[in-house]
């Protein structure tokens, strides 16, 4: 048994002493569970430790395991130069699972470093432990990515497989806070999903419930402002099939940040466990459902953009479709998401085509393969998209933003020939005002520059 432990910890700067110069003691039960985790890992002797951290090297697609023999860093950043962590990292073992992710495919390596220096991310969690240890340990850091829960619980897996092949004991710290949406008086202020998110992730960690982890909603992750979830993603994998003891030992939120400390014992295999394979039959499934549910625009979108993706032709406009899709013209949006996030988005004001059904073909199309902020829809990815369609009525003209509501009108804002649109009832948007100055943003249009507004209605297909 490689992995002799694992833990989900926060890193904020304020818990140390020399930070907090008494505000730590706001977060005195943080600060105790951290030490109480730290012992416990320290007793194991452990030779190495793996560390995941959202303030390490971090890249889209990619996963960075940082290079180099050792690093240091100190916390400048928190007017506290003084206060140096410094580790030595395990050469071995980093190089061991590079090699593992190449041939499985995988992409995490050593490419593209941008900070040699420590994460204050990394630092916290060694900054607890290093003192506890009866012997030193080398470190490896590992960044996260904006890829799936699927890819993170699998490179999670590697490392396991990692530590099993070079016969390391080894701790895996996954360093991360909740959401930093708690109070209005805090850093980032409120939102609602905040409290939702942090309930949420303290009870799956403490029933040690990974495949709720793996499968949380993006938009409540997204909109709880969180930063460990990609963390414990990887630790899940880390335990991979195996029989764990979890404990929640705290849980805060002065300071309108979730800090959550929990530790995870591995109890021996337990094939019953495959918490990967159960995530790619339960999205599986999600899918299906989905399909099942589709109506004639939805499906329409997704046969055409598959079409392309797989032929690189357009999908001839089939013949038994509702009367609406081929006597009406209308401009129409097609968005594309995958595993919950956007991943295209392309679509008409007014109608250019002949119909609703052309329309849609050639905007679906677009939204997979011309979208500028991501790159081309591949065929591999196709099974795990999800389509909506939303059928927009005539734009009209409005003299006041008070004429807006967000979750009933989309709006156009215009200055010149620069054009901002969005959507109406998206998730995170709650406010006209946001509405507004994210249409600003998109048409490159400055908050205090005079524009016109046009509100519109949709019909959305999902």
């Given amino acids: 048994m490689a992995i002799v432990a694992a833990m989900a910890v926060p890193h904020p700067p304020i818990i140390l002493p020399e930070i907090g110069r008494g505000e730590d003691k706001r977060i005195a039960k943080t600060a105790a569970a951290y030490r109480e985790v730290m012992r416990r890992a320290a007793e194991l002797e452990p030779d190495t430790v793996v560390i995941t951290s959202p303030h390490a090297t971090m890249y889209s697609d990619y996963f960075h395991i940082s290079p180099g023999k050792s690093a240091r860093g100190d916390f400048s950043a928190f007017r506290c130069p003084e206060v140096e962590i410094e580790a030595e990292y395990d050469v071995a073992f980093a190089k061991a699972l590079a090699d593992a992710c190449a041939e499985e495919d995988l992409p995490a390596g050593f490419l593209g470093e941008r900070e040699t220096a420590l994460d204050h991310g990394t630092m916290i969690p060694l900054y607890f432990l290093q003192p506890a240890l009866k012997k030193p340990v080398k470190v490896v850091r590992i960044g996260l990515s904006g890829l799936s829960a699927d890819v993170h619980y699998r490179l999670g897996r590697l490392i396991q497989d990692t530590a099993e092949k070079l016969g390391r004991r080894t701790v895996f710290i996954a360093s991360g806070d909740l959401s930093h949406k708690l109070k209005e008086d805090g850093p980032y202020g409120f939102a609602k999903e905040g409290p939702v998110f942090d309930e949420a992730v303290t009870e799956d960690l403490g029933k040690a419930d990974f ?21 414990f993603w990887i630790m899940a994998g880390a335990l991979d099939c195996q029989r764990v003891h979890a404990e929640l030992l705290a849980h805060e939120g002065t300071f309108g940040v979730g800090y959550g400390v ?9 094939d019953a466990r495959d918490i990967g394979r159960q995530l790619i039959d339960a999205e ?6 989905v399909r099942e549910q589709e109506d004639a625009y939805v499906r329409l979108a997704r046969e055409s953009l598959e079409t392309f993706a797989r032929s690189h032709t357009m999908l001839p406009v089939p013949k038994d479709l509702p009367g609406d899709l081929q006597d009406r013209r209308a401009g129409c949006f097609v968005s594309i998401k ?15 085509r002949r119909n609703l059904a052309e329309e849609i073909i050639c905007n679906a199309v677009s939204a997979g393969m011309h979208d500028p902020r991501f790159p081309q829809v591949t065929p591999d990815e196709l099974p795990k998209l999800v389509y909506d369609v939303d059928v927009l009525s005539e734009p009209e003209p409005i003299d006041s933003p008070k004429e807006l509501d967000v979750k009933r009108y989309g709006i156009i804002v215009q200055n010149g020939e620069r054009r901002g649109v969005l959507l109406p009832d998206l998730a995170g948007v709650d406010s006209v005002e946001q509405q507004i100055a994210i249409a600003r943003r998109k048409g490159n249009i400055g908050a205090k520059e005079k524009v016109t507004l046009w509100r519109f209605e949709v019909t959305r297909h999902v």
Avoid: H, N
């Fill in 262 to 270: 929990a530790y995870f014992t591995p109890e021996g295999e337990d």
């Fill in 338 to 352: 995958k595993d919950g996030r956007l991943r295209g988005c392309i679509g008409t004001l007014a109608p250019g």
């Fill in 284 to 289: 599986t499934q999600a899918i299906a459902k």
């Fill in 211 to 231: 495949l709720s982890l793996l499968t949380i909603s993006p938009d409540l992750a997204e909109g709880a402002a969180e930063c460990g979830l990609r963390s």
